[in-house]
């Protein structure tokens, strides 16, 4: 099956489920029933058996599903057992705290490079990775084909660098700057912007 | 119309159409066609009419939307021309990094309340905000009705956290730790998790 024929938002909630088997797993339990799976993820059981139809059958009925089976499983169709490279552009405030959270690196996410553009930063090590000059970023990624970047930089500079990165061989950005980016088709973009999340609230409120 | 009865993706997509129209307000645009705002959104036109019918016809045939009376409109459903009062719980370096960040007021979300549990950080004043001890977080928040809070707490906090908080009259949670908490009905609840985006980049690459 292609993989852009499975929808989005099935591709998306794999993650939840990958969380909710580890939790499961540390737990000692053996098996998960769809509807246990579906209260955790705010969906109908209907929807899990849909969601994990597109990968094979998994579940036996009256069992549910192995959690370890399941677990690989998913992990495999996600490649997550593997190390994922990773760029992060902008040492500020965001970006040392991204840099020093270890859920990264315990998920397979290792950031191995950072880049800033203020003297006072280039040249520090936090947690372990030494802060370059922006200027120097393409002539030290490019040859690296690092796949994923991480941009914490201010909004105004955000379009710019994430070209210079694509131009360089990333293939997926996460964008906590608060602009909505340009890029070219088959590259992947999410952002993350607590205020948007926040002006979803208010309207409940 | 009922508050519940406007699909959540809808209301949802509304912050972005307000990220948009200010952009376009600050180039001095006057009027806007659904299918710019379309691109911006990545959806079709029709999508964005449709969105919009929920709310009151606004567009005019052949001339697009006006800009200004559109993001007024936007805000006032959004219920964003008021001042919106935050607690922040968990002043690590994300917490840190969230309590300086100053796109939450400028947007109109004021952190007034900060609380951790390490006695190095408690006492410390950040961004104007002085931090407090946790212990004493039901006695400060309960009285004051704060509507908001954002949880950056380690993920075995969280849950307790979100509950002491929600007895104290919180009704909405922005929940950085990794972790899927409970909450009551009518409890608005949004996790912020890179490692979930990143796990579905590596789906495609």
Redesign the interface.
Known sequence: ME??SIPKVV??R???Y???LNQLMREGRESVSSQEMAE?LGVTSAQIRKDLSFFGGFGKKGVGYDVINLLESLRS????NQI?E?VLVGV???G???L??Q??SR?G?EIVMAFDNDPNIIGQTIAGVKVRDVSEMQNLTCPRNI??A?LTVPAGNAQEMADQLIHCGV??I?NYA???LKVPEGI?L?N?D????????????
């Open positions: 993989k852009t591709i998306a794999l993650p939840v990958i969380q909710k955790y169709i996600l490649n997550l994922w990773v500020g405030k965001l040392q705290a991204l020093s959270y859920g990264f998920k996410f796949p994923i991480i293939k997926a996460l608060p602009v909505t992947r999410a993350i607590p205020v948007l999340s926040l002006q979803t609230f208010t309207y409940y409120l």
